[in-house]
């Protein structure tokens, strides 16, 4: 065979596998993964398992890269356990919510704690998806699954803030507290805790840090916005937002209404 012969050759086969790339490419866009299915389109599936098998030996470096830049799977083992994985704990989450949904819309925004509590692997899992969503690197299909069944992805802030206000420690404390507030509206009638209110100083403290926090700013001065799930279950208990004490003021309760 001549050197034009092998030349011509080269060039079809190179044809042939952009052809393919482009297609798996298209593929990628559409479902945000590389592992097209028999039933999809049986010429890609058996091009991609062969890409698979020629990996080590007969692949270039440079369709490596390509198929890099696509988020292409090695190891479709690994992979199929990563999807089952997720899609488990998907189910379980949904089941959890399913069942402790209540008629208020606002308590279908659960926190980390309820979750945690529930469950520590499932409040795991939830944690590194708002993780994941945080740096963007969330899947659109995946982010989309989970906004269906209405959950929390938090407060879009800086990576600090979202450490602190995320973690299952603070949400906790967060819970915590508000169940006192409750407990404070069914014995006074309102939310509207004085400022120096000696049966329980640390309520009376936690009124304040809210109102302060609704209005962007924290006790140190810096800008800190409330999570819009917390203000919205604030709300709907009749919470109080411009109830803060004025220079001078003996302590005492007061009851004005927005």
Not at 194 to 211: E, F, I, M, N
Not at 225 to 234: F, H, N, P, V
Request: some cysteine; proline content about 2%.
């Amino acid at each position: 065979m001549s050197s034009v012969d092998n030349k011509t050759r080269r060039t079809a086969t190179t044809t042939t596998w952009m052809d393919n790339y482009y297609k798996l490419t298209e593929y990628y866009k559409i479902h945000h993964h590389c592992n097209v299915t028999k039933k999809e389109d049986p010429k890609l599936a058996r091009w991609v398992t062969r890409q698979r098998g020629e990996r080590k030996q007969y692949i270039t470096e440079e369709r490596r890269g390509l198929l890099y830049t696509i988020q292409f799977q090695w190891d479709i083992q690994q992979k199929k356990n990563d999807e089952e994985n997720w899609e488990t704990n998907f189910v379980k989450l949904r089941e959890y919510m399913e069942k402790e949904t209540k008629p208020s819309p606002h308590m279908k925004l659960f926190t980390l704690v309820g979750i945690t509590n529930y469950s520590k692997q499932l409040g795991t899992w939830a944690a590194n998806q708002r993780k994941l969503n945080s740096k963007s690197k969330l899947r659109p299909d995946r982010k989309a699954k989970l906004e269906s069944i209405q959950f929390s992805f938090g407060s879009e802030r800086n990576t600090t803030t979202t450490k602190i206000c995320c973690s299952v420690k603070y949400e906790k404390r967060w819970e915590e507290m508000f169940q006192r507030l409750q407990s404070y509206k069914e014995k006074h009638g309102d939310c509207c805790v004085p400022y120096k209110y000696k049966q329980d100083r640390s309520l009376a403290l936690w009124v304040s840090t809210q109102r302060r926090e609704y209005n962007q700013k924290s006790w140190c001065g810096s800008k800190r916005t409330m999570q819009k799930c917390r203000r919205d279950r604030l709300d709907a208990i009749g919470f109080v937002w411009d109830n803060l004490p004025k220079k001078g003021s003996s302590g005492k309760r007061n009851t004005t209404k927005n």
